[in-house]
């Protein structure tokens, strides 16, 4: 499975932005996937997941009320809809498809990964 991702760019404070992760190689339909971040300097971060059904949307407490994940299974694909931008959201934004079907918080449940898209907010 081969993901990518993109729609990362530079935007200012209280922007929006929306994220797309494309699965190619094979289908995930069966499986939970994910978005993480990670900051210069700073430990990954789990962003949101989801399942393989679209079901238990989920989001990392700092992103939560801003942040919307979604998928289209029969398109392979995945976004997140990031809304009141903060600076503190600067980061690599990784997608991620589980080995399991759910979505998970832990980055050691995630098999296939995609390579990061940049997010910049400024101030």
């Known amino acids: 499975v081969q993901l990518q991702a993109s729609g990362g760019g530079l935007v200012q404070a209280g922007d929006s932005l929306r994220l797309s992760c494309a699965a190619s190689?094979?289908?995930?339909?069966?499986?939970?996937m994910g978005w993480f971040r990670q900051a210069p300097g700073k430990e990954r971060e789990f962003v949101a997941g989801?399942?393989?059904?679209?079901?238990?949307?989920h989001y990392g407490d700092s992103v939560k009320g801003r942040f919307t994940i979604s998928r289209e299974k029969a398109k392979n694909t995945m976004a997140l809809t990031m809304n009141s931008l903060k600076p503190e959201d600067t980061a690599d934004y990784y997608c991620?498809?589980?080995?399991?079907?759910?979505?998970?918080?832990?980055?050691?449940?995630?098999?296939?990964w995609g390579q990061g898209t940049l997010v910049t907010v400024s101030s």
């Open positions: 989801i399942d393989w059904n679209g079901g238990r949307p």
């Open positions: 991620a498809a589980s080995r399991f079907a759910v979505g998970s918080s832990e980055p050691r449940n995630y098999a296939y």
């Open positions: 190689g094979r289908t995930v339909s069966n499986n939970g």
